[in-house]
């Protein structure tokens, strides 16, 4: 199994939908996660860290599940903007080897 | 917002050159990384540092590379001899002392080996 999971997409949306990407990891001993959008061909951003409570921030919406080792990001209205390849990033090794995934790609329609 | 910053954004080698990748990771920052990403393909982790020292590397990260911070500012990755397939996007990284610091990046070097 591989150490982070992610369905690599794409997934074309209309603009407003609601669309959601899923992640799963393989280290149980994993301590800390994060979603990241990454731009084509610019370096990966911090979009949110995930907490074991599930948060929220604006039109995202992230939840773990430590039992599943699944992570998911839920992004509602989503814009044109929005429009990205999005990376879920786990702890592995310790804590502060951070792994990605492949990553999935949205494309936000009119 | 400080932010990490890399130099230069794109070099262009031969195939046996050596390379020096330049990172300024965040000031306070403690924990230093490598990662690179060959186009189209995902985000791969190559080496951490952590108190002047190696604390992890991937097996990517073999006798060609090698990382230094020579002063209190720079973090550098060298290539020995390049190969072609270490043509990439290299990203520097810094994060911050708790476990559950976001990583946060450079805007990366283009090395492209002819």
């Known amino acids: 199994r591989k150490e982070v999971e992610q369905d690599p997409g794409p997934f074309n949306v209309p603009e407003g939908a609601t669309v959601a990407f899923n992640c799963t990891y393989s280290?149980?001993?994993?301590?800390?996660f994060f979603w990241y959008r990454q731009d084509c061909r610019k370096e990966p951003k911090l979009l949110m860290s995930v907490y074991s409570s599930g948060n929220e921030d604006g039109r995202f919406t992230a939840q773990l599940n430590r039992a599943s080792q699944y992570i998911s990001l839920l992004i509602r209205d989503s814009k044109l903007s929005d429009s990205a390849t999005y990376l879920c990033?786990?702890?592995?090794?310790?804590?502060?080897?951070?792994?990605f995934g492949t990553g999935t790609q949205l494309k936000v329609e009119l | 917002e400080p932010e990490v910053t890399q130099t230069p954004s794109h070099q262009v080698t031969q195939m046996g050159q050596e390379v020096i990748l330049r990172c300024v990771p965040i000031?306070?920052?403690?924990?230093f990384y490598w990662y690179r990403q060959i186009l189209g393909q995902k985000v791969e982790f190559l080496v951490s540092?952590?108190?002047?020292?190696?604390?992890?590397k991937s097996e990517i990260f073999d006798d060609q590379f090698s990382v230094e911070r020579p002063d209190g500012s720079n973090f550098t990755l060298k290539i020995r001899s390049t190969k072609l397939e270490d043509s990439a996007m290299y990203f520097c990284?810094?994060?911050?002392?708790?476990?559950?610091?976001?990583?946060?990046f450079g805007n990366g070097t283009r090395l492209t080996v002819t």
């Open positions: 990284a810094s994060k911050g002392e708790l476990y559950n610091s976001p990583l946060h």
């Open positions: 540092f952590y108190n002047n020292e190696i604390s992890e």
């Open positions: 000031s306070n920052h403690l924990y």
């Open positions: 990033v786990v702890s592995t090794g310790g804590g502060n080897k951070l792994t």
């Open positions: 280290n149980s001993a994993s301590q800390s």
